[in-house]
């Protein structure tokens, strides 16, 4: 099971970090994805990290400015999101699967999103 967190209002220049907690021992297994959906739009892939944490990988338009990063040993992964631009406003959702991917359809597991807004 995951669980998103650490979404909120912030000002446009801001930062924020979510974290995405597992439940159970195989957390270390998973690859963990982050995708966003803002209203009206597709879910979009936002950052990826392999098991180990290794292996990162993020949408075109996003780098620079994301980070995602995980510490095995408390079951939790993170994206630090810095310079927030109104265009970031959206639900965050974090996934867990078994390769390193930028399509939704290769996650087995789901949290629940975060909401992030962006204020100008």
């Known amino acids: 099971q995951l669980q998103a967190s650490g979404g909120g209002l912030v000002q446009a220049g801001g930062s924020l970090r979510l974290s995405c907690a597992a439940s159970?021992?195989?957390?270390?297994?998973?690859?963990i994805g982050w995708f966003r959906q803002a209203p009206g739009k597709e879910r979009e892939f936002v950052a990826v990290i392999s098991r180990t944490g290794g292996i990162t990988n993020y949408a075109d338009s996003l780098k620079g400015r994301f980070t995602v990063s995980r510490d095995n040993a408390k079951n939790t992964a993170y994206l630090q999101m810095n310079s927030l631009k109104p265009e970031d406003t959206a639900v965050y959702y974090c996934a867990a699967g078994k390769v390193v991917g930028r399509v939704p359809g290769t996650y087995h597991y789901w949290g629940q999103g975060t909401q992030v807004t962006v204020s100008s």
């Open positions: 159970g021992r195989t957390f270390s297994t998973y690859v």
